[in-house]
C-alpha cells in the first residue's frame, strides 16, 4: 500500500567517503521509504568546516549515485541555511528558551561533566559565549520501530545541550531537528551510534511545539577488533566496482532474504527486488562481524 505521507531521509556528513558501515545506513533507509512508496531525501550536512574534507561531498553524492541509490528532488544543504537556523536561535531566545553560557569544558569536567545549569540566570553577555537551550522538556526514554522502548540517561536527557558554538558554529542537534521538521521527514532511520542524541532532538522538538518523527536505528557495523566503522577508524571507502557484491553483502548484514539470482541483475532490478524483500522485522540488533571488505 502506498503511503505518500513517508518522508524519509540520509544526512551524511562531508567529513570522508562512504565506507561499509555508511552505505547500511543509506541503504536502509532508503528501503524502508522506497518499502513504503515514500519520499526519500539527501541532506549534506556541512556546518563543520574543521572536520570537512574537501570534495567529500560530490563524492558522497557520486558514490549514492554509482550504487543505485537515487533521491528524490534537491540535495538540502545545511551550509546554505545559516539563516534558518539563527531564525531558530532568535525564536528561541525570544521565547526564554535559551541562555548564553561562558563555562569552559574544564569546570564541566570538574562538576562531574554533565553542565549543571551554571548560567542559566546570570545574564551572560554574547560575547565570547556559547549558546545552551533552557531544558523544558526533559525525553528520558523514546520508541524506536526497531528496538523498542530506549531509556537514556537521566542526567543526560535533562542537561542544557549546546545548540550554538562559542566559536561561532551551529549545533548538530539544532541544526538536523530544524531541517527534519523543514523537510517533513516522517521516519528517521540511522546507524544505532546516533541513539544517545535522541531524546535531545526530540525534546529540542517539543520546545519548538514541533511533531517529532518516528526512529529506526540500524545496527552498526564494525571490524575484526569489534570498533564501529567509521572515517575516523579509517575505514576503507565503498569501492567504486560493480556495487552489486557490497549491496548483497549490506542486504545480508540486515538479515534480508538472499538474491540468489543477483548476478544477472543490474544494479536497478536488484534494488527492485530488495524493496520487494525489505522487513524491519528481519534486521537483527547485533549482527556478525561483515567480511564484506576484506
Not at 543526560?156 to 521538521?181: K, M, Q, S, T, W
Not at 575516523?232 to 560493480?242: F, K, M, R, V
Request: proline fraction near 6%.
Amino acid at each position: 500500500m502506498s503511503d505518500s505521507r513517508y518522508i524519509g531521509r540520509f544526512a551524511p556528513s562531508p567529513s570522508g567517503e562512504l565506507h561499509f558501515g555508511s552505505l547500511i545506513a543509506a541503504l536502509g533507509s532508503y528501503l524502508q521509504a522506497r518499502a513504503r512508496q515514500g519520499i526519500w531525501r539527501v541532506r549534506i550536512e556541512d556546518i563543520d568546516p574543521p572536520r570537512e574534507v574537501p570534495g567529500a561531498a560530490e563524492t558522497i553524492l557520486r558514490q549514492l549515485e554509482h550504487y543505485g541509490l537515487h533521491w528524490d528532488g534537491e540535495v538540502l544543504w545545511q551550509s546554505q541555511r545559516h539563516d534558518t537556523y539563527r531564525e531558530a536561535l532568535a525564536w528561541l531566545q525570544q521565547h526564554n528558551q535559551s541562555y548564553y553560557c561562558t563555562c569552559s569544558r574544564a569546570r564541566i569536567q570538574s562538576v562531574g561533566g554533565i553542565y549543571d545549569g551554571h548560567c542559566r540566570d546570570l545574564h551572560q553577555p554574547a560575547e565570547h559565549a556559547a549558546v545552551r537551550l533552557r531544558q523544558q522538556h526533559p525525553v528520558v526514554s523514546f520508541y524506536d520501530n526497531l528496538r523498542g522502548e530506549i531509556h537514556a540517561d537521566a542526567r543526560l536527557a535533562r542537561e542544557d545541550f549546546i545548540i550554538h558554538r562559542r566559536d561561532g558554529l551551529f549545533a548538530y542537534n539544532l541544526a538536523v531537528v530544524v531541517d527534519d521538521h523543514f523537510q517533513g521527514i516522517t521516519e528517521i532511520v540511522r546507524g544505532a551510534d546516533l541513539i544517545e542524541p535522541t531524546v535531545r532532538q526530540i525534546s529540542l522538538y517539543q520546545q519548538f511545539g514541533w511533531q517529532p518523527p518516528e526512529y529506526v536505528h540500524l545496527p552498526l557495523a564494525c571490524n575484526e577488533h569489534g570498533d564501529k566503522l567509521s572515517k575516523q577508524n579509517h575505514a576503507p571507502a565503498l569501492p567504486e566496482g560493480d556495487p552489486r557484491p557490497v549491496i548483497i553483502n549490506a542486504l545480508c548484514f540486515l538479515h534480508q532474504p538472499v538474491i540468489n539470482d543477483w548476478r544477472d541483475l543490474n544494479v536497478e532490478q536488484l534494488l527492485r527486488q530488495a524493496i520487494l524483500n525489505w522487513s524491519l522485522n528481519r534486521v537483527a540488533e547485533n549482527p556478525p562481524f561483515s567480511n564484506a571488505l576484506r
